[in-house]
Every structure is written in C-alpha cells, then in structure tokens.
C-alpha cells in the first residue's frame, strides 16, 4: 500500500463538518458526519488527519445498523485508520466522527492570525489554508483532488464575529450564547478547496455579475483599499464567464484579504483567500507594478474557479493543468480589461523565470511524478506556472485563439464537477483542431527543458537547427532530444515583411530565403518556448534595425543574448555591446532584461571590478533618465511612468550615481514636507536609493514608516528598504527582526532571500541563516525556507559556493522535489561566469 494514497473501496460523497473555533484559546472542536460508499466488505476505513484527535467515531448503514469504532492515529502518514467490528458491506454508509484541534501558526490547515485594528489594539482571526495537502489538519477527511465531495459546513463562532465560507449562509441562530452559521452545499469539488474564514471583518457592498454577488473582505479599517480589487473581480469573472462558455460555478463570490498568508492567494471555491499585497491597494498611491499584480492575482484566482475547481487534476502531478491554465487566462483577462497594459509584453519576464530553471540539467518536465506532500508542494514553481501557461500561449498561437477556446470549452463540458488528466485536455483541443496535439505537445510536457534554435545563412538558404539549451556543458549521451517546434519566422527582403511558420522537427532544416534578403527573426512575435542564436551576420542585421521590432522581440533578444552570455556561447563583449544599443530604448520589459542581468553581473564580478561596472551602468542608463526626467509628462502612460521608477532606482543604487542619489535625497525631504508631488511609481525608488545610501537615522526611520505604514504596498517598500542598507551593524539588525516577531513569517524568508542576493550583506546574511536554520525552519510557513534558500544563488564566490554546498550536505536538509539541486546548479552557473568574465570586465571605467 503506498503510505501516501488512501484505498478507494470506501469513498466519500458528502461532509456535514460543524466546527467551533475558539480564538482565545486557539483551539478548536468538531463534529462531522460523512456520508461514504463503500465498494468492497472492509472492516478498516484509512483516512486523512494530522495534527487532529480523533475522540470519537461511530458508523451506521442505510439500514439504521450502527457500529462504533476505533481510531488509531498513524501521523508520519497524515492518516488515521477506523477499525470496526464486522465487515462494513457493500452500500452507503454515514460516518460520525468528533475531533479536536489547534489554531496553529503555521499559516496551513486551520490557522490565526494576528493583527492590530485601527486603534493599534492586537486581534486575531482564524483562516484556513489547505492545498496541497492540510484540509486534514481541520477535519478528518479523504484528502485526495479525485475524492471529491460535497461540503454542507456550519461555523460556531462568538457572536461578535463574522464567519466566510464557500457557499451563502443559510441559516444563522444563537445557540448557547454562540452564534451558529450554516453554509449552503457546496458542488461537488475537492476538499483542499474547503474554506473558512472566522474574526472581526469587513466587507464592501457586493457588485453583481450577472446573478454573482462578489464582495471584498478585509480586517476592519481596510475597506478603502479594496474597489481596485473588485473592480478586476468583477471584470475578469464575466470575462471568463464568456470566455469559457460555463457559468461560474458557485452562487457567490468572497475575495478576503488576510493578514497572515503563506501563498500569494488560494483559489478556494467561492471565497478566495489573499495575502493583503495581492487584493488590498491604494490606486491613487500605488505603482503600476503594485496594480498589475492585483490584477494579475484576482485574475488568476478567479480563472481557477473553473480551471481547478469545477474541472480538477486526478493528483498533484497534473497540477500544471490548475496552474498553467490560471496564469495564461489571467494574461488573457487582464490584456482584455487593461490592453494599455501590455500584459502579453510582460509576460515575457514571467516566460524568461521559467527559462532560467529549465536551462538547468536539474530541471523537470512540466508533469512529473508525485507521492508525498512535501513533493506535492514543490511542485508550485515557475516550470508549473510561467512555462505551463508559455506553453499554452504557444499552442494558442500554433491552433488559433477561436479553436484554442473551443478545445477548451469541449473540456470543461465535458469533465465539470469531475477530474481530469493532460490526455483529457489533448483529446478535447483535438477534437476543436483536427491535429494531432499529443504529438506536438507531449515533448514540451513530458519532457524536461527546451530548444535553442540556431539559425545561419547558407547561399539561398536559411539553415534552423536545435539542440536542448544547457548553461553548463555536459557530456553528449546518445541522440540528442528533438522537439517540435512551432517556428515563427519572419524574413525581410526588398523592404517587406513576411512571416510564415515552419514547424522544426528535425535537428535541422532549410527554408529558402527570397531575393533581396536582408534579416531573419526568430520567435517573430515571441510567443515560442525557445530561444533563438544568430549567426554574426544575421544577428548584426537585426541589431541594425532594432527599432522594426516588437517590443517583446528586443526583449527576447536582450533577454536570449545574456543567457548565451551565462551558458558560455557569447563573450560578455558581445553583450554590453549590443546593451550600448538601447539606449534609446523606452519599453519597460526590455530595460528589465537589460537591468536583471546587470544585477546579476553585479553578483559575480570581484569587487575590484565594481566601479567599472557601475560606470556601465551610468553610460547605458543616464540617457535614457534624462530624456524622460523625474516627473510623469502630460499625458504619458502608466508604462512609462513605471519605467522612470525602475531607471531612476538602478541609476541611483547599481549605477550609485552621486547626482542621482542627491536628487533623490531632496524629492523624498520634499514630499515628506508636501512641498513637492512625487510620482507614485518614482517615491518607492527614492525609498530604495535612500536605504542605499543611508545611515542609522535614516534606518529609524524607515523602521517607524514601516511599522505605521497605511497600505500593505507602503509597508512592503519600506520593510525591503530596511533590507537595502549597506552598513553591517543595520544589516544585523534586520536579519534579527527576521526571527525576533517584528516582521511576519509570511515575509520573514522573502526579506532574507533579498539580504541573500545583495553583494553588500550576503555574507552577514548567510552566516545568520546558516546558525538560525533551525529556527527559521520552526518559525516560518512550510514554503519559508524553501523561498529563502533561493537566495543562495547569490552567494556567487567561489568560496561562499563551497560552504553552501557543505552546509547542505551536511545538514542533509530537503527542500522537496528538485528544489535544491536547482539552487546549487544557479550558484554553479553564476560562480562559473564570475570566473570566465568576472575579474576583467571587458569596458573600460
Ligand atoms: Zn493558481
């Protein structure tokens, strides 16, 4: 018996859960009756709960037969077995089981979480958090995405306070000086989807969409912050509504902010739950960034609501089929509300995270095995999520939107209320396109990494090759992998442009180029899960007539050139050249190409080499500063706006331009006086510039701004301002509010991560993190220190690359799934290009 799957002879179909909460004592109790059917004679029942006493359990036929049990806990499993005296027969069987458990803090299962009301008086509230596998640390159930069931929950609360749930309330009495809430039934669905939500709380008025009511709910004095967040809730539910052509699912929408949250949000049927960052914002104080990532989060949550909840993967190794769905119809529905935003443009740098791991040799297909939880959990990373949904771009792109959405549709028709697998999804795209789609697809599914796709002229031919894209070189094993890829070519000759689609099968093929060729692209569009490399000629060709492109096809090429640069196909020369190219350059994304990989060079050069490249920095981006100067023009997009921000930060810190950093010094003295406006996409880089450059009374404050900061946007800058000073006693000073209670845990392991990466406090960083391992380990959310950890990739000497390695090894620590190994790779890599191109930068200062 596989310790980690349940045996199916006894299903459940129905959960009646009653559960008091109790957030003085942070405990709670529960009764629960499970209506189950039982296939084959049994005398064990196995199901899921940890962390939970079972304290009672008792089953009785449709006959009215009863038999009580016994429960004997099995914890390293997270299961319970019910042994009962006779064998329970074939039928339908109602299972009573009374339990108890803890609020813990822990931010998964049925948790608190604290905050202060706007008197500065601390509260607390109960929530839950249960994918991927904690439903079973609230209440006894079959724990597993294919049982799925219907929830009918009733809450016991103090009658002070509100209670959220799933469904609409049905009914509310007083009972015992206790106020009891019953929720409606839920669909048929999954119980890592079961949600409640317990405390003061507040809500707006509901919007209707069609006959949706949708609310937002917050901690009381919050509620002005939550219309940008119900407007996209609004917008995008009725854009998936037609988009889909299935009505949503459940009979009301509840989007809650929670102060305390591991995740970004959780798409729990009916009541989405949010870390505050993700739903709750100031539109009028607020950067572009800050209002694309609500978007994008209340977007893709709601996305889920059928892609996850009303269709579901049969096990967490199709988690791709929730995840990589929810993040491309979230470009879908946020490109449709806010086309100015360019939503399909910046995707690019969520296409170019998942490159980055799936260039690594430990990387994994898109679907991989699954057995225990903590692999489970792994699998919630960017080859899931941003190459999941790039791959579905493509093929969106290869079939057609129209036949893509019909494919679709076909899908959810067909399996709602069910579970379902990639084949699933393939058989109902084949049917709407009549092309062989596993045939095309299953190598970029079920085979790890991607294709670099080489293209060089030869006479009257263009010459496409591929081979798997590595940054480290590894000894040839048989024949090399082959995709099939969908090539958008676009060729220039005689002053026009034509764009034709090659499907690359081979290892190479040639397309005929027309007279009076003059340049080639690859990936014309961008839309390819592939990188492209240019012979010299052709890649001078289009570096010459950069202005022709699209912005996501300078932002491929930007973004392809410094990958060739980390794999060791391109001399770093090669790419600061191209780089004093843009300066003219005004797209946002492109410049976070260019101003990521300065960052990371910045990482792996010896620190004599600092001022050189500082001076680097100066020369590519003063112009561009310049020209757009420190305050928004009439008239100009939230684009732009957003991109004075990013230049003006890296100008002042990676740049450490002395004029900059005095201006920046003077704006911020001026707005705090109100002498002055500052654009609200240029005040968090005067935060930033100033940390850079600040002392102890800058730190205090900074410190007081964030601890009386009035959104969860101002409290972020200023809480990662604080991990932005340079000087070693206020570093040690941060790195101990990481584990001394003064910063959350939800954001404890992000603001080490970010001390990590930085040149100028990675080693105070390192030295803590490896003392208080343990610590942190206990403190933080189970994804806590995994999210940290990535911040070794910083740590990119070759000294602090072997105490790493031993550290990890000696501790013998998991991170689940492949986790690890793709750190240690990224360190490899950056250490391995410090000491190629890192001790003589090729410009002069
Ligand atoms: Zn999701």
Request: hydrophobic share 40%; aromatic share 10%.
């Given at each position: ?32 009756t ?13 199901l899921n ?17 009863q038999?009580p ?6 914890p ?6 019910l ?56 209440f ?25 749930s799933?469904?609409?309330?049905v ?21 890592y989807?079961?949600?409640y ?40 539910l ?27 949000a959780?798409?729990n ?27 994008d ?18 096990w ?83 079939l ?33 396109s ?27 031919d ?35 442009r034509?764009d ?44 010459g007539?950069?202005?022709t ?7 491929n090429?930007?973004?392809d ?6 794999a ?12 004093a ?67 003006v ?47 102890e ?6 410190l007081?701004r ?58 105070q ?10 610590v ?19 740590l ?12 990890f ?37």
């Amino acid at each position: 018996m596989n310790p980690y799957r349940l045996p199916r002879a006894v299903a459940p179909s129905r959960y009646d859960i009653r559960l008091e909460p109790d957030l003085t004592t942070s405990t709670f109790t529960g009764v629960e009756t499970v209506t189950v059917t039982v296939s084959e004679p049994v005398t064990d029942v196995w199901l899921n709960a940890v962390e939970l006493t079972i304290t009672a359990a008792t089953i009785e036929s449709d006959r009215g037969d009863q038999q009580p049990g016994t429960a004997t806990a099995e914890p390293e499993n997270e299961r319970y077995r019910l042994t009962f005296p006779a064998p329970l027969t074939p039928g339908t069987w109602r299972l009573r089981l009374a339990f108890t458990g803890t609020l813990n803090d822990k931010l998964r299962g049925f948790y608190r979480s604290t905050y202060k009301d706007p008197a500065g008086v601390p509260r607390v509230l109960a929530a839950t958090q249960f994918e991927a596998t904690d439903a079973r640390r609230a209440f006894p159930c079959w724990d597993e995405p294919d049982f799925k069931a219907v929830f009918a929950s009733t809450l016991v609360i103090d009658p002070a306070l509100t209670a959220v749930s799933n469904t609409s309330i049905v009914s509310e009495r007083v009972e015992n000086a206790k106020k009891v809430v019953a929720f409606a039934d839920t669909i048929k669905m999954s119980t890592y989807l079961v949600a409640y939500v317990v405390g003061e709380l507040d809500a707006t008025a509901p919007v209707m969409v069609g006959r949706t009511p949708l609310r937002v709910w917050c901690v009381p004095g919050k509620k002005r912050l939550a219309a940008f967040g119900q407007e996209i809730g609004a917008a995008s539910l009725e854009f998936f509504e037609n988009y889909y052509g299935v009505p949503y699912p459940g009979d009301k929408l509840d989007l809650l902010a929670i102060p305390d949250f591991a995740a970004g949000a959780m798409e729990n049927l009916g009541a989405i739950t949010f870390r505050e960052t993700a739903l709750l914002v100031d539109e009028a104080e607020a950067t572009h960034a800050e209002l694309e990532r609500v978007a994008d989060v209340v977007a893709h949550e709601n996305a889920h609501m059928w892609f996850g909840d009303l269709v579901t993967m049969s096990w967490w190794n199709g988690i791709w089929l929730n995840e990589a769905f929810a993040t491309f119809m979230e470009m879908l529905a946020v490109d449709a509300w806010k086309p100015q935003w360019r939503r399909w443009t910046s995707f690019g740098v969520s296409r170019a995270a998942a490159f980055v791991v799936d260039g690594l040799h430990s990387t994994r297909p898109i679907e991989f095995p699954v057995n225990a939880p903590r692999e489970a959990d792994a699998m919630f990373d960017v080859l899931t999520y941003e190459k999941g949904a790039s791959v579905l771009r493509m093929l969106e792109q290869f079939l057609g939107n129209e036949i893509f959405r019909e494919g679709v549709r076909d899908y959810l028709r067909t399996h709602r209320l069910d579970n379902a697998d990639t084949g699933d999804l393939w058989s109902a795209l084949e049917r709407a396109s009549r092309q062989p789609i596993p045939d095309v697809m299953n190598g970029w599914i079920f085979n790890p990494g991607y294709p670099l796709v080489s293209v060089r002229r030869e006479g009257d031919d263009l010459v496409l090759s591929q081979q798997p894209f590595k940054y480290l070189a590894s000894q040839p094993s048989g024949s090399p992998q082959l995709w099939k890829i969908p090539v958008q070519l676009r060729v220039d000759a005689n002053g026009k442009r034509d764009d034709r689609r090659v499907l690359l099968e081979q290892a190479e093929q040639r397309v005929k180029v027309p007279a009076g060729f003059t340049a080639a692209l690859v990936n014309a569009g961008g839309h390819g899960f592939y990188r492209a490399r240019y012979a010299p000629d052709l890649l001078e060709a289009l570096v010459g007539r950069l202005n022709t492109l699209e912005p996501i096809e300078r932002f491929n090429l930007v973004n392809d050139g410094w990958a060739a640069v980390m794999a060791g196909l391109m001399p770093l020369r090669e790419y600061l050249g191209l780089t004093a190219r843009l300066r003219e350059e005004r797209d946002r994304n492109v410049w976070s190409a260019i101003l990521g990989s300065f960052a990371a060079l910045n990482r792996v050069i010896a620190p004599a080499e600092r001022p050189r490249l500082e001076a680097l920095v100066r020369d590519r981006l003063a112009p561009a500063v310049t020209a757009l100067g420190w305050t928004p023009r009439p008239g100009e997009d939230e684009l732009t706006r957003q991109l004075r921000g990013d230049l003006v930060r890296a100008l002042g810190t990676l740049g450490n331009d002395p004029a900059t950093q005095a201006r920046a010094a003077e704006l911020y003295a001026a707005h705090e006086a109100k002498t002055a406006e500052v654009d609200a996409n240029v005040l968090p880089a005067l935060i930033a510039i100033l940390a850079y450059v600040g002392d102890e009374p800058r730190y205090r404050e900074f410190l007081e701004r964030f601890r009386r900061a009035t959104t969860p946007q101002e409290e972020q800058r200023y809480l990662y301002a604080l991990a932005g000073f340079r000087q070693p006693a206020l570093i040690d000073e941060t790195l101990a509010r990481t584990i001394n209670g003064e910063i959350r845990t939800q954001d404890a392991p992000f603001v080490n991560r970010a001390m990590l990466m930085s040149v100028y406090s990675r080693e105070q960083a390192w030295r803590f993190v490896k003392m208080n391992w343990d610590v942190m380990d206990g403190l933080y959310p189970k994804h806590g220190t995994r999210r940290m950890a990535e911040g070794v990739i910083g740590l990119a000497t070759p000294e602090l690359e072997r105490d790493v390695n031993d550290f990890f090894t000696s501790r013998k620590i998991d991170l689940g799934g492949k986790t690890l190994s793709q750190y240690l790779e990224q360190l490899r890599i950056a250490v391995a290009l410090g000491e190629r191109e890192g001790r003589a930068l090729p410009v002069s200062a």
